[in-house]
């Protein structure tokens, strides 16, 4: 059984920090890419970054050089190190283990960024 627990989320003024954990069940991380996606209200999922099973890292134009993701596979933990925060990364954040064939989600957790 897989599962994907997100926490790490709150409110946060703008040019605030926040770091996002994803805590994931058994051999998750070494089986499978690991992303961040948001969905922020009337607007699409979007992929925010990911992770290869090398640890290389992408990130969506709109994120690069604020956010920062990693894995930590000892802990069965990935990580998404949020800075410079603005008001339009507002939206709820889901942990996304991926590989070919299977997609597993997380419960996602809550981002308010104020300004």
């Known amino acids: 059984q897989v599962h994907l627990v997100e926490s790490g989320g709150g409110s946060v003024q703008a040019g605030g920090s926040l770091r996002l954990s994803c805590s994931a069940s058994g051999s998750i991380l070494s089986r499978n890419v690991m992303n961040w996606y948001r969905q922020a209200p009337g607007k699409q999922r979007e992929l925010v970054a990911g992770?290869?099973?090398?640890?290389?890292?992408n990130y969506a134009d709109a994120v690069k050089d604020r956010f920062t993701i990693s894995k930590d596979n000892a802990k069965n933990t990935v990580y998404l190190q949020m800075n410079s925060l603005k008001v339009e990364d507002t939206a709820v954040y889901y942990c996304?283990?991926?590989?070919?064939?299977?997609?597993?989600w997380g419960q996602g957790t809550q981002v308010t960024v104020s300004s």
């Open positions: 992770v290869t099973l090398a640890g290389r890292a």
């Open positions: 996304n283990a991926h590989n070919i064939i299977y997609d597993y």
